[in-house]
């Protein structure tokens, strides 16, 4: 009877040995989320100017869009980006905005106003800048959870 707990006991160690090997490193490399403050409420900031310069003609000064430009806060836009990574959006902006000149502003600039979009859909500013290393942007996702707009 003994034989036998101690057995039981052993292999319940096992599988989960086991499974702690299978899903630690698959935990340890899981992605961050735009809600863990990844970018910094300065740097929102910095977006915000260049944004009312390049592209608040088009999407308007508040972000509702018009005219045949999307709105870029509020839930339309973020049902159109869940799930998607921050990298892509970033990417988005680079290559093809502002539409009458696409891709003509500085690296920066386009991380900047990321950021500044992250801002303006409600998702927490952090203590660190957004970097504009496209890899780690990538590993950024873009999660339902933002507060719905006022
Ligand atoms: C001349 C007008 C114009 C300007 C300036 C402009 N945009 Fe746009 N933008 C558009 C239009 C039109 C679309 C929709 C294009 C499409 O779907 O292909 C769009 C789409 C977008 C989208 C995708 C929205 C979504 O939900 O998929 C983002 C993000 C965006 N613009 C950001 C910007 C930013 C940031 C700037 C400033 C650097 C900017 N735009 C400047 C006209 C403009």
Redesign the pocket.
């Known amino acids: 009877m003994l034989t036998v707990h101690v057995s039981k006991t052993g292999s319940v160690a096992l599988a989960a040995l086991i499974a702690g090997l299978c899903l630690g490193p698959a935990f340890s490399a899981a992605s961050r989320s735009a809600q863990d403050g990844v970018y910094s409420a300065e740097q929102a900031k910095r ?1 915000q100017s ?2 009312r310069e ?6 308007a000064e508040n972000l509702t ?1 018009g005219d ?5 806060a509020g839930p ?2 973020r049902a ?2 869940t799930g998607k990574t921050v990298g892509q ?1 970033f990417e ?2 680079r290559k ?6 696409p891709g003509h ?1 500085a690296i920066r ?2 991380v900047d ?2 950021a ?2 992250l801002q303006a859909n409600e998702f927490p500013a952090g203590q660190k800048d957004l970097d504009r290393d496209i890899a780690a942007m990538n590993e950024i996702q873009i999660p339902a959870g933002a507060k719905p707009a006022k």
């Open positions: 977006g260049v944004y390049e592209c608040a003609k088009c999407h869009g045949g430009s999307p709105e870029l339309e836009f159109r980006w959006l988005l902006l093809t905005m502002p539409t009458d000149d502003l600039q386009y106003l990321t500044y979009l």
